[in-house]
């Protein structure tokens, strides 16, 4: 990328002279160029005209503080060809020609350099380079940067990148330092990392949006961070990367606010939307229908702080929504959690591995969460023998089922207060609280536990011999390992599942009563109050279960969508209540 300097001593001396004489220089200032799609030369000439040392002679003395300073401003039109494309801009290659603070300008809104897959459009040699209002598509680079390649810096505004590609880094743009604002980029591949931007420096992105982008290898589906990265107010869809870090993979500090994120995925291991760093901080922000294989359908990482965050529908092997392991400190605060799903941990998978192991959650909502195995919300363990590294304040736990030990929590050591645990399920034990290590730690505080069950029993508190156990101000009801009252012989349907399909939806039904239906029923799937589809199902024995394979319009397929069993009340049931639920 980065070419020899042959001529770097006569530049040099040039531009010494010129300071000597600043005194004599006149009115010579920066060069702005104009052009259109038809001009000679095109942005290649441009560039050219820039940088020219002939262009900023006044009185026999160059202009120093002017030279290779200026703005090319283009036409509506299609720029591609040699003239366009595979544009190298800064350095000393060439002593008479040289920029170092260009800006390129769409002057209309239908400004397009397309390299046609063919080149890359920009490299940058330790120059300052700004773009605006401009299109950028269809860029190749064997190496890194489908559409430029930086090493200096670049500033990028109201600029839209589509159909890049490198088989190295940035599928997009691969760079040292970053900022860009109200940004589109819209499939783009990398073959290793950043399927749309990688940098090694600062990045800062604001008011952007990543779509349908791609690491097919490694890591950061749409981005990928180097020293620093700061992303504010931006949108990323359906970006996918095969290892780790679906949208997002972080850098050493890594700061996320005001953002969304929608149906981002990794293939192989963890962060199905945010993941890697050293430090996180993620605010404000919309997680809804990530996955990952391994851990974290939402975010991954080691040292973690979450804030006022939404996370919805997310699903991994660990931690549905949120996985924090290594050497972990993870604090989250003022979120809900709902329906996420994982083999362990629905919501929240915390694996410590040292003495110094912090995790601490207040202020959230969890609800509808789900796991396999243990954890319905949360699933907690770490090797702190010192005392209580995790802690759970004001939360309220709703819900939530485990397969195994823990329907809410499943910890070795914790404390909980001022929190409350209602309607949660496990199979095994703890229909709220599993404690499973016989040194373990329960200490409970302000604490309320309403109709929490394990199979055909109300229990909220399970814990193994040995484990040490403090109450103050606790409330169980009803009274613990008392018999849940037998339902009577009625129906009772419920929603147990809904799985996206391409657009398709299957919707698992259960009949839970101990009755048959005996008449057929409809499902209807509702977007607010409008139906906007129906099916029939047929009649379902008690205890049954069918999956119901439901087509949904294309317009319909991003948003939030009730799915209700039974909705024109042709089946009389025990409880009407537990008939829908919500999905995308």
């Known amino acids: 990328m980065y070419k020899t300097r042959n001529k770097l001593f006569f530049l040099l001396t040039v531009m010494s002279l010129a300071i000597l004489a600043i005194g004599l220089m006149g009115s010579v200032s920066a060069v702005d160029v104009t052009i259109n799609q038809n001009t000679p030369g095109g942005l290649k000439k ?23 300073i200026g703005t090319i401003y283009m036409e509506d039109g299609v720029y591609s060809g040699s003239d366009n494309t595979n544009l190298n801009i800064g350095g000393f290659y060439n002593p008479d020609v040289y920029v170092r603070d260009l800006t390129i300008v769409g002057k ?11 080149n890359q459009i920009f490299e940058i040699e330790g120059t300052k380079l700004t773009l605006k209002n401009l299109k950028l598509i269809n860029g190749k680079s064997n190496s890194g940067g489908g559409a430029i390649s930086s090493s200096g810096d670049l500033t990028v505004i109201d600029c839209t990148f589509t159909n890049n590609k490198a088989n190295y880094d940035g599928g997009a743009i691969q760079c040292d330092r970053l900022s860009m604002s109200g940004c589109t980029f819209t499939n783009n591949q990398a073959e290793l990392n950043g399927g749309a931007i990688s940098s090694s420096g600062d990045l800062t992105v604001i008011d952007c949006t990543f779509v349908n982008n791609k690491a097919t290898k490694l890591i950061g589906g749409a981005i990928s961070g180097g020293d620093s990265v700061t992303v504010s107010g931006c949108t990323f869809t359906n970006n996918q990367a095969n290892y780790s870090c679906g949208a997002i993979a972080g850098g050493e500090k ?19 939307a945010i993941g890697g760093g050293e430090h996180l901080t993620v605010s404000d922000c919309t997680f809804t229908n990530n996955r990952a294989t391994g851990t974290g359908g939402a975010i991954s990482g ?18 549905g929504a949120i996985y924090s392991g290594g050497d972990p400190n993870l604090s989250v605060s003022g979120s809900t959690f709902t329906n996420n799903q994982a083999n362990s941990g629905g919501a929240i998978y915390f694996n410590g591995g040292g003495e110094s192991d912090i995790i601490s959650v207040k202020s959230c909502s969890f609800t509808n969460n789900q796991a396999k195995y243990h954890g319905g919300a949360i699933y907690h363990v770490d090797r702190n023998e010192y005392g209580l590294s995790f802690s759970v304040s004001s ?14 929590i499943f910890s070795n050591r914790v404390k909980v207060d001022n929190s409350n645990f209602n309607n949660n399920k496990a199979t095994k034990d703890g229909g709220a609280i599993s404690i499973n290590s016989y040194e373990g730690i329960l200490r409970l505080d302000s604490v309320t536990f309403k109709n929490n069950m394990v199979g055909s029993k109300y229990n909220a508190i399970y814990s193994v011999k040995g484990v040490k156990i403090y109450k103050n101000k606790v ?23 809904i799985t996206k399909k ?26 607010g109050t409008k139906q906007i589809k129906k099916v029939l199902v047929n009649s379902l024995g008690a205890g049954k279960s069918t999956i119901v394979k439901v087509p949904i319009a294309k317009k319909y397929e991003n948003k939030l969508k009730t799915f209700k069993a039974d909705s024109t009340n042709r089946i009389k049931e025990s409880n009407k209540k537990n008939n829908s639920l919500k999905a995308r």
């Open 254 to 272: 890594t700061t996320v606010k005001n953002s969304k994120f929608t149906n981002n995925k990794v293939t192989t291991y963890g962060g199905g």
């Open 46 to 68: 441009a560039i050219e005209t820039v940088g020219n040392v002939e262009n900023y002679y006044d009185n026999g003395i160059i202009n120093s503080n002017a030279w290779g």
């Open 395 to 408: 939360c309220s736990f709703t819900n939530n089922q485990a397969n195994q030990y823990g329907g809410a």
């Open 302 to 319: 080691s040292s973690i702080s979450v804030i006022n965050c939404i996370f919805t529908d997310n699903q991994a092997a660990f931690g």
């Open 108 to 118: 209309g809104n239908n400004v397009v350099i397309d390299a046609k897959g063919i």
């Open 475 to 497: 409330t169980i009801t009803p009274a613990e390992n008392s018999a849940v009252p037998s339902a009577k012989k009625e129906v009772d349907l419920t929603i147990a599942k």
């Open 502 to 527: 391409g657009n398709y939806r299957h919707v698992t039904i259960k009949n839970i009563g101990k009755k048959a239906t005996g008449n057929k029923f409809y499902l209807g799937v509702y977007d």
